[in-house]
């Protein structure tokens, strides 16, 4: 059962909306909520869960909502959950109770760290940390084995953990308008990756060894990083073999940044589901 609230103007869900257990997935696009009520917990055959408050009619967002009960970890059939552009401070220490979770979006909050527990959610596919005040990423990330898509773009983070090589299913890795200044070597692990984005890092100057050997990588984005990381031996050897395949490297400072406005992440449930562009 779908309910769709979206533009829903009250600060608080309705009380008789938890009393329907058969909803499975819940909508509540551009909503103007200043708080999830304890009793969400009731919902227990949420599958998804959408409380992103962009609003693609007038491209505005609302962020009323800057906390989350610990109630919302109880929904353990719960496999995409969307919390994009709110105010959220903090995710709740339980986020571990959510083991069904593939998809996670978490971009444009004002998150300062995530819980450790977090990294424990092993089928987890999708993560979206983009455009919080994270400072850096915890070396437990490695932990999610099921990785596909990572997204920690304009944060303030200036280190990656060695231990990201780990995400051996990792395809999209999107690291742009952060501060690094230089990236791990255990990326020559990476051997699922397929698009880099490292735009826009301006500390960073050189590439680890061994990434034109990662046979399904298509695109490399260092627009925007130091000047010379274009002398660098390694962003050569990439340029020879991008080239050669037909594909994507964009070095030139004056190049347009170029990527996909739009991702769709299947989950292979009833009906495809339309995420919002992260800009």
Do not use: W
């Amino acid at each position: 059962m779908l309910v769709d609230l979206s533009h829903y103007g009250c600060p608080e869900l309705p009380p008789e909306l938890f009393t329907f257990k058969e909803i499975t997935r819940l909508v509540l696009r551009a909503h103007s909520l200043k708080t999830v009520s304890p009793d969400i917990r009731q919902l227990i055959n949420l599958i998804l869960l959408d409380l992103c408050s962009f609003n693609m009619k007038n491209r505005e967002c609302h962020t009323f909502l800057d906390k989350l009960p610990d109630a919302i970890c109880h929904l353990r059939k719960l496999v995409q959950l969307d919390l994009s552009y709110n105010g959220l401070l903090a995710f709740p220490d339980n986020a571990h109770q959510l083991t069904s979770l593939r998809y996670l979006s978490l971009a444009s909050n004002r998150l300062t760290d995530v819980p450790v527990t977090m990294f424990k959610l092993r089928n987890l596919q999708f993560l979206s940390l983009r455009n919080n005040k994270l400072s850096f990423l915890h070396a437990d990330v490695g932990k999610l084995a099921a990785l596909n898509y990572l997204d920690v773009a304009q944060n303030m983070i200036e280190e990656i953990p060695a231990s990201l090589g780990q995400c051996k299913m990792l395809s999209t890795l999107l690291l742009d308008s952060i501060s690094i200044g230089a990236l791990p070597e255990s990326f020559r692990e990476l051997h699922s990756l397929t698009l880099l984005d490292l735009s826009n890092n301006r500390r960073l100057q050189s590439l680890p060894a061994g990434l034109h050997k990662l046979e399904h990588l298509t695109a490399v984005h260092v627009v925007g990083c130091h000047p010379d990381i274009v002398k660098c031996r390694e962003l050569h050897s990439l340029h020879k073999v991008l080239v050669r395949n037909k594909m994507s490297l964009l070095a030139d400072t004056q190049c347009k940044k170029q990527l996909p406005i739009e991702h769709n992440f299947d989950l292979h449930m009833e009906r495809p589901i339309e995420l919002v562009t992260q800009e």
